[in-house]
């Protein structure tokens, strides 16, 4: 049951919908895209799911008629560790609902850090996959250890270098022996 300090910070941001904005921008420096409304819609954000979403407040953002981006209000007296669980939820909700959070960025540090680790590794495994694409493509062999080793491998700039560079031309130009794929610096 919600208490009546967080139901006073509710009413505040629905009886002024550019409240949401205005902080975002004043206080925290995101950089919005331009709009000419702050409108309130719908707080249900459920999808057809047992779980069920709702925020406190949701506020849509126009350009015209056009919607440019969803603010979620979501009023936190105290640290709930559970909410890091529900929170890309409501946006993901609010984006598919309202389709305008097109470069959200996120604003807590827990967020930023799992975000940039998943970029990462994808970009961790399409090196991964353009260096072992090079080695066939170039007719070379890659032994079952030399692979293992590659998919190891945790950053993608040594894989990257390894397929744009020398490295791989200079093998393949001299016909790839079993032991030149498995010896430095050719394999991490």
Same mark, same amino acid.
């Given at each position: ?58 506020? #849509? +953002?126009?350009?015209?008629? =056009?919607?440019?981006?969803? %603010?979620?209000? *979501?009023?936190?007296?105290? &640290?709930?560790? /559970? !909410? ?46 353009? #260096? +072992?694409?090079?080695?066939? =493509?170039?007719?070379?062999? %890659?032994?079952? *250890?030399?692979?293992?080793? &590659?998919?190891? /491998? !945790? ?34």
């Amino acid at each position: 049951m919600p208490s009546m300090a967080h139901e006073v910070l509710v009413d505040l941001f629905k009886n002024r919908p550019s409240l949401g904005a205005e902080l975002l921008t004043e206080a925290l420096g995101v950089v919005l895209p331009s709009y000419t409304e702050a409108r309130l819609i719908s707080i249900d954000l459920a999808k057809i799911r047992p779980a069920e979403y709702r925020t406190d407040v949701v506020v #849509l +953002l126009l350009d015209g008629d =056009v919607p440019v981006r969803v %603010v979620i209000i *979501e009023v936190q007296l105290g &640290i709930d560790s /559970q !909410k890091h669980y529900s929170w890309p939820d409501y946006s993901t909700g609010a984006r598919a609902a309202r389709g305008c959070q097109e470069g959200y960025e996120y604003q807590s540090d827990f967020a930023k850090k799992y975000v940039a680790q998943g970029r990462d590794e994808g970009r961790t495994e399409e090196a991964t996959r353009a #260096l +072992l694409t090079v080695l066939r =493509v170039r007719g070379i062999t %890659v032994p079952d *250890e030399a692979r293992e080793r &590659i998919l190891a /491998q !945790k950053g993608p700039q040594r894989l990257g270098a390894l397929a744009r560079e020398g490295h791989c031309r200079r093998v393949a130009r001299r016909g790839a022996r079993r032991s030149e794929l498995t010896q430095a610096p050719f394999i991490l």
